[in-house]
């Protein structure tokens, strides 16, 4: 089940929100997102055995779109806010649940203002670059995505559309991801593509 485009077993482990989401072998996830209310999506992520490993939740309609990433025993994993009234809806990744700049991990923003095709950069806490660490790549006619780093494809998330869950205000999603990748910093990048594509 490896993705095309990735390297060797030599690869580092890419750890953005901590080394305890990071799996030793070449992994598919689920994640399946319900619309609760009109203000309010909820996100679950499961292994491929049904065991619940995140939840995401947070509502929409404030200044600044907030979410907060949880283990099942429903500690806080991460915190994501979009700031508010930025040309490129730029999201800031803390660590726990609070906003304090030494607990930043990521900032993530749109390529470009206007866009052809779907296009996130990351920037981790740490780069006083101008070149990203990672770059999410997407078609506008699909909410499927890559993630890179460097020319190299570390995970891939594919939308699974259906009319009868559309309706039933339910999406599908199957994150996959090569060996030592952080899923929990990939599924926070779906979570966001998501909260950008809602408003």
């Not at 078609?139 to 780093?149: D, R």
């Amino acid at each position: 089940m490896a993705i095309q485009g990735l390297g060797g077993d030599d690869d580092p482990v890419i750890s953005v929100i901590g080394d305890g989401f990071c799996l030793p072998y070449a992994a598919e996830l689920v994640v399946k997102k319900k619309i609760q209310a009109f203000s309010n999506a909820h996100y679950d992520v499961y292994d491929t055995t049904g065991n619940i490993l995140l939840k995401v939740d947070g509502g929409v309609w404030n200044l600044q779109k907030k979410r907060v990433m949880r283990d099942p025993a429903d500690f806080p994993v991460l915190t994501m806010r979009e700031k508010a009234f930025t040309w490129r809806h730029r999201w800031l990744i803390h660590q726990g649940e609070g906003s304090d700049g030494k607990n930043l991990l990521c900032a993530v923003r749109l390529s470009q203002a206007l866009q052809i095709k779907r296009q996130l950069d990351v920037f981790l806490a740490g780069n006083q670059t101008k070149d990203c660490d990672f770059h999410v790549t997407g078609s506008l006619s699909s909410l499927s995505f890559k993630v890179y780093k460097g020319k190299t494809i570390i995970a891939e998330v594919i939308h699974s559309f259906t009319w009868e869950s559309f309706c039933k205000g339910k999406e599908s999603f199957t994150v996959r991801l090569q060996p030592e990748v952080d899923y929990a910093f990939i599924v926070a990048l779906l979570v966001i593509i998501q909260e950008n594509e809602s408003g």
